[in-house]
C-alpha cells in the first residue's frame, strides 16, 4: 500500500462526533453535531444519558463528557459518530474543497486518482463510513491504529484492512468482519478508477461503545500522569464488549476474552469506572478458562480478589473458593517445573511464544506469583472467617518461600520479572529488596518490560519497596513514551525508543507478538497503580468498610486529587503539599486512616476543619478523629469518620530534588553507513563474517573469530534473491570486492503468519571488544522498513535502543560496539519481510 505523503493537510480545529442521538454541548475544541448514520446497525444511538458540563481536556475520550443515568452489566452496546479532525492526501490535484470535510456538511469534490487520509484524533472500536450521491468509478476503503493502512496477520478475517466498500444507498461502509469494528484512528478514500468528478458529502466513524460513566477521577501536578490514567481508562472502555471484557480492538484472529490480559483492565475498570457488575459477569465468565496459559489462571485469582477488594461481595468469594483453591493446588502440584506457554513478550521472558518454557526467568517468576496468589487467597479467608482454609495456603506458600531460602543465593537468580514479582508476593525482607533493587530496577534502560502488562507487576514492586520516584519515571518512561509517540490508548508492546527513532503515529515494529496492536487493555493497570499508590486511595477492608489514603508524591510532584468509587458512595481526596491544604470526603459508613505526607520537609502544624490537630509531634484531639502518630513520610490521623474533613498543612523547608539516572547501555550503536554498499571488503569483516546463503539455500559461508563459538539464527529462514549475480548491492562474495556477487539472505518467511523477526545468536567463547556490523538491503525494492535490537544473550536484557531502517535500496550497515554475546532482533515493520544479508566481525576502532 503506498505511503501517503502529506502534501497537503488540513487541520481542523474542532473535534467532529456525532451523537445518536444527544443534546448539543459546547467545550474547548470540540464541536457536538446531531445526527444518525443512515445505516446505523448493528447498535443504537446514545440513549439513556446526557451531557454533561465536565470538561476532562487529559482525557482522550469523546464520550468523558456524557453521563449515562443507571448503566448495568446487561446493558447493550451503544453508538456514536465521530468526524474527521484533519484530512491529507497524496494528490491535491485530485480533490477540491478539502477543508470542508471537517464540517457538516461537507462537499469535497473528486476529479482524479488519488487517496484521501483521515485522521479522526483518537483510536475508537469503530468502522469507517462516507456518503456519496454520484461516486463514479471503483474506490476502496482502508482503516489503521497508525498513519498507514494497517497489515495484520494471517488468520485475520480481513489481513489486509484495505476493501471495496459495501454500498448502502448512498452510504458507503467498509466492512472488515462481521462484527464491523476495528481499532479506528485512521481512515482512507482510494479512488482507484476515475472517469467524472464526483462528490463525497460525509465521513464518518461509527464507534461503538457500551455505557461506562467515569465515577474515579484522577489529576496531579504532572499533566502527564494525569494524561496516562485518563489513557488508560479509556482503553478499558472501548474494550468493553456485550458481555465480556474485549482484549484487542483489531481483528487479527486473537479478539476474545483473555484470562490474564483481563486482570489490569479490570482493576482499571474498578477504579475508574465503579463498574463492579460487569467486572463480576467477566470473572464468571473466566472462571474455568485459563487460555492454555498457567499463569492466566493465577491472575484469574488476583482478580477475584481485586474484585472483593472493592465489592465486599462476600458472596461471590465464597461462591469461587473452591475454584480458586483448585488452581491453587494445582499450581503447587506443578510448582517444580512448571510448563509456562508464555509469560509475556519480553525477551527475558522467552519472547512470548518463542521459548518461554525454557527460560529460567519464566519458571521462576510463576514460582513466586503462585506464592503471591496463595498468600493474598489465605488473607481474604481469614475475613470470611475461614480459618483452617487461610492456614491452609499460608502454609503452603511458607513452605515455599521456606525452599527458595535454604539456598542463600536465591535472590541472585531472579531477573526483573521473577524479582517483581517477589517483591509483589510480600515477603522479602528489607535486605532483599534492596538487592532485587541495585540488580534489577537501579537501570533505567532495563527497569522497563516490554509488555506495559508486566510492567504493571514491576510498579507495584517499586512501591512496595518504597521507590516512587523511581516508579513514576518509569511510567513517564513507558506509558507516557507511548503517548508522546501519539497514541491515545495503550499498546501490547512498547519500547521507551520508539518514541525517538518513530515519526508520530508512524507503523510500529511488528515482533514476537505479530502485529502489534496499539489498543490493548492489558497495558491500562497504571490507571489502578496511580489511583492506589499516588492518590494513595485503598480499601483496608472488603467494600471500603475501612480505607486508607496515603499519598505517594516523591519529590517530583507537589499536588494529586482524585475520586473512586466504593458501594457506598464516591470517596474523594486531595493533596497539595506546595499550598499546605488538603480535604477527604467520605461516604458514611467508612472509617478512615489518613497520611498528611511530610514531602521530606518540616510538617510544623496540622488543622483538621480549623481545629488544631498535630503540632511538633503532638496530637490534638478533634472531633471526627481516633487518634495520629508519625513515620518517616507521614504524619497519620487514624479513625477518620465519614463526611468532609478540610486539612491545612504548615511546612518549612523544601523537598528534595529527584534526577533520574541517565539512559546507559554496554553496548554502543556506533553510525548506519550508507555508503559501503555491498563492497564489504577492506571495511568490514577483517577479523570474521557470516554470509547468509552464499553457497545455496541453507548454506551460509561462515569464518568466524577465533573469539566467536557459534552464529546460529534462531528465527528466519535463508534463500535467495534471484537477481543478485552482478548487483553492486549485493554482498561481494569475498573481502576482493570482485564483480560476483552473493545472491543469498535471511528472512523472516511470510509477516502475515506472525513470522515477523529474525533472531541472530552470536555467543562469544569469553567477553571481549568486538565490532558487529549487520547488513541489510532491500534489493528488489519492496519498500522495506524494519527495527533492530540488540540484547545480552545471557540475561536477555536490552543492550542497544531500537534503531529503525527504511529507504535501504543501496544498502546499510549497521555498526555496533559490544563486549558480550548478544541477540540481534530484527522487526518487520513494512515491506515484504525482514531481511539480513550478512553479520560481520572487526576490532572496534574510534567512530
Request: hydrophobic letters at 40%; glycine letters at 8%.
Amino acid at each position: 500500500m503506498k505511503h501517503l505523503q502529506s502534501l497537503v493537510h488540513i487541520s481542523a480545529l474542532a473535534l467532529g462526533l456525532i451523537c445518536c442521538p444527544g443534546p448539543a454541548i459546547s467545550a474547548a475544541n470540540a464541536r457536538w453535531i446531531q445526527g444518525n448514520s443512515p445505516i446505523l446497525e448493528p447498535y443504537p444511538g446514545l440513549h439513556g444519558g446526557s451531557f454533561t458540563k465536565r470538561v476532562v481536556p487529559e482525557s482522550p475520550d469523546p464520550l468523558a463528557a456524557f453521563r449515562w443515568s443507571d448503566p448495568q452489566a446487561t446493558d447493550g452496546l451503544q453508538t456514536y459518530l465521530l468526524g474527521p479532525r484533519a484530512v491529507t492526501t497524496d494528490q491535491p490535484q485530485a480533490f477540491s474543497n478539502l477543508n470542508s470535510v471537517t464540517k457538516t456538511p461537507s462537499r469535497v469534490t473528486v476529479r482524479g486518482l488519488g487517496s484521501l487520509r483521515f485522521d479522526f484524533g483518537v483510536e475508537s472500536a469503530a468502522w469507517l463510513e462516507f456518503d456519496s450521491p454520484d461516486l463514479s468509478g471503483a474506490v476502496e476503503m482502508s482503516i489503521s491504529e497508525y498513519n498507514e493502512p494497517a497489515i495484520v496477520n494471517a488468520g485475520a478475517q480481513s489481513p489486509a484492512k484495505t476493501k471495496v466498500p459495501v454500498k448502502y444507498g448512498l452510504t458507503y461502509r467498509l466492512e472488515l468482519n462481521p462484527s464491523l469494528y476495528e481499532g479506528v484512528r485512521f481512515g482512507w478514500v482510494h479512488v482507484r478508477t476515475f472517469d467524472r468528478p464526483w462528490h463525497i458529502t460525509a465521513v464518518r466513524l461509527v464507534c461503538q461503545i457500551k455505557p461506562a460513566n467515569y465515577e474515579g477521577s484522577f489529576a496531579c501536578s504532572d499533566p502527564l500522569l494525569t494524561r496516562i490514567w485518563y489513557t488508560g481508562a479509556y482503553g478499558v472502555k472501548l474494550n468493553l464488549l456485550q458481555n465480556y471484557f474485549g482484549a484487542i480492538l483489531m481483528e487479527r484472529s486473537d479478539r476474545q476474552s483473555w484470562t490474564g490480559d483481563a486482570h489490569p483492565a479490570q482493576a482499571a475498570a474498578l477504579v475508574a469506572f465503579g463498574n463492579r457488575d460487569f467486572v463480576k459477569a467477566n470473572l464468571e465468565r473466566t472462571a474455568t478458562g485459563d487460555n492454555g496459559i498457567e499463569s492466566y489462571s493465577l491472575y484469574w485469582i488476583l482478580s477475584l480478589l481485586d474484585y472483593y477488594r472493592y465489592s465486599g461481595d462476600a458472596a461471590m468469594l465464597r461462591q469461587y473458593a473452591a475454584n480458586a483453591q483448585a488452581k491453587l493446588e494445582h499450581a503447587n502440584q506443578i510448582y517444580a517445573d512448571p510448563p509456562i506457554a508464555f509469560y509475556g513478550w519480553d525477551e527475558r521472558l522467552g519472547a512470548g511464544f518463542e521459548d518461554p518454557n525454557s527460560t529460567p526467568e519464566t519458571k521462576n517468576a510463576y514460582r513466586l506469583l503462585f506464592i503471591r496468589a496463595s498468600r493474598a487467597f489465605a488473607e481474604s479467608m481469614l475475613t470470611l472467617g475461614e480459618t483452617a482454609t487461610s492456614e491452609k495456603f499460608q502454609k503452603m506458600a511458607d513452605q515455599r518461600i521456606a525452599e527458595l531460602r535454604a539456598e542463600v543465593h536465591w535472590p541472585d537468580h531472579l531477573g526483573l520479572h521473577a524479582a517483581a514479582d517477589a517483591v509483589d508476593a510480600g515477603f522479602a525482607t528489607p535486605a532483599e529488596q534492596a538487592q532485587f533493587f541495585g540488580r534489577e530496577f537501579s537501570n533505567r534502560a532495563t527497569r522497563v518490560s516490554f509488555s506495559p502488562f508486566n510492567q504493571y507487576f514491576v510498579i507495584q514492586a517499586m512501591a512496595r519497596m518504597n521507590r516512587y520516584n523511581e516508579a513514576l519515571a518509569a511510567i513517564r518512561d513507558d506509558w507516557g513514551g507511548q503517548l508522546d509517540y501519539g497514541g491515545t490508548c495503550f499498546f501490547e508492546t512498547f519500547w521507551p525508543a520508539w518514541a525517538q527513532v518513530l515519526g508520530h503515529n508512524d507503523a510500529v515494529p511488528n515482533c514476537q507478538s505479530g502485529y502489534t496492536s496499539l489498543c490493548h487493555p492489558w497495558g491500562s493497570g497504571v490507571t489502578q497503580w496511580l489511583t492506589e499508590e499516588t492518590l494513595g486511595i485503598k480499601p483496608v477492608a472488603p467494600g471500603f468498610g475501612a480505607y486508607e489514603v496515603f499519598p505517594h508524591l516523591g519529590r517530583t510532584l507537589t499536588s494529586v486529587s482524585g475520586a473512586v468509587p466504593t458501594p457506598k458512595g464516591i470517596l474523594r481526596a486531595a493533596f497539595d503539599v506546595a499550598k499546605g491544604r488538603a480535604n477527604l470526603t467520605a461516604p458514611a459508613g467508612t472509617l478512615g486512616r489518613i497520611g498528611i505526607p511530610t514531602a521530606e520537609k518540616n510538617l510544623q502544624r496540622i488543622r483538621i476543619n480549623g481545629k488544631l490537630a498535630w503540632q511538633n509531634g503532638t496530637f490534638h484531639s478533634v472531633p471526627g478523629v481516633g487518634s495520629a502518630s508519625t513515620n518517616r513520610d507521614f504524619v497519620i490521623f487514624d479513625d477518620m469518620q465519614p463526611g468532609t474533613n478540610e486539612m491545612t498543612m504548615a511546612y518549612s523547608g523544601r523537598t528534595p530534588a529527584f534526577t533520574d539516572v541517565p539512559w546507559q547501555f554496554p553496548a554502543t550503536f556506533v553510525k548506519a553507513d550508507r555508503t559501503t554498499s555491498g563492497n564489504w571488503g577492506g571495511k568490514y569483516g577483517s577479523a570474521g563474517s557470516v554470509l547468509y546463503a552464499a553457497d545455496g539455500a541453507d548454506h551460509d559461508r561462515v569464518q568466524l573469530p577465533n573469539y566467536v563459538a557459534t552464529v546460529i539464527h534462531r528465527q528466519g529462514r535463508t534463500g535467495g534473491w534471484g537477481e543478485a549475480a552482478l548487483d553492486s548491492r549485493a554482498l561481494a562474495q569475498g573481502p576482493t570486492n570482485g564483480a560476483a556477487r552473493c545472491s543469498g539472505v535471511l528472512y523472516c518467511g511470510n509477516p502475515a503468519a506472525c513470522q515477523q523477526c529474525l533472531v541472530v545468536d552470536v555467543a562469544l567463547k569469553q567477553p571481549l571488544a568486538y565490532q558487529l556490523a549487520l547488513y541489510f538491503v532491500d534489493l528488489d525494492r519492496k519498500g522495506r522498513r524494519q527495527s533492530v535490537e540488540l540484547f545480552d544473550l545471557e540475561s536477555r536484557k536490552l543492550i542497544t535502543p531500537t534503531q529503525v531502517y527504511s529507504n535501504f535500496t543501496g544498502g546499510v550497515y549497521a555498526v555496533y560496539h559490544c563486549r558480550q554475546s548478544v541477540r540481534v532482533r530484527v522487526n518487520h515493520i513494512r515491506g515484504d519481510n525482514a531481511v539480513l544479508s550478512g553479520v560481520f566481525f572487526d576490532t572496534p576502532t574510534t567512530p
